[in-house]
């Protein structure tokens, strides 16, 4: 379900679901910057989302219904602290 912000854009609800650290769903997903199979770099209505592990591979990607699902060993997942900028590239970014 879609709701409005203060903006006046409609913006996707962001929700993570990690199950036993080999299956990941995204949902809020507006777009992937980048990935391989050791890291996923993609914007969310939340902030820029970087997972990393091994063996990454996205199962399903809907820009549309901003949907994402990701299987493969996931180490980790972090958010960027400035949730609406996106500035630099992305090895700026990533070593910041």
């Not at 409005?4 to 913006?11: L, N, P, Q, V, Y």
């Not at 980048?34 to 993609?42: A, C, G």
């Not at 949907?67 to 400035?82: M, Q």
Request: no cysteine; net charge negative; charged share 30%.
């Amino acid at each position: 379900m879609a709701y409005e912000d203060r903006g006046g854009r409609i913006e996707v609800p962001h929700h993570v679901v990690l199950e036993e650290r080999e299956h990941l769903s995204v949902s809020g997903v507006e777009e992937v910057e980048s990935f391989d199979e050791s890291t996923i770099v993609m914007y969310t209505t939340q902030g820029t989302l970087i997972v990393r592990g091994a063996d990454l591979h996205i199962e399903k990607l809907s820009l549309d219904g901003g949907d994402l699902k990701v299987d493969g060993d996931i180490t980790s997942l972090t958010y960027e602290d400035n949730k609406n900028e996106r500035g630099g590239g992305l090895f700026s970014r990533l070593f910041r």
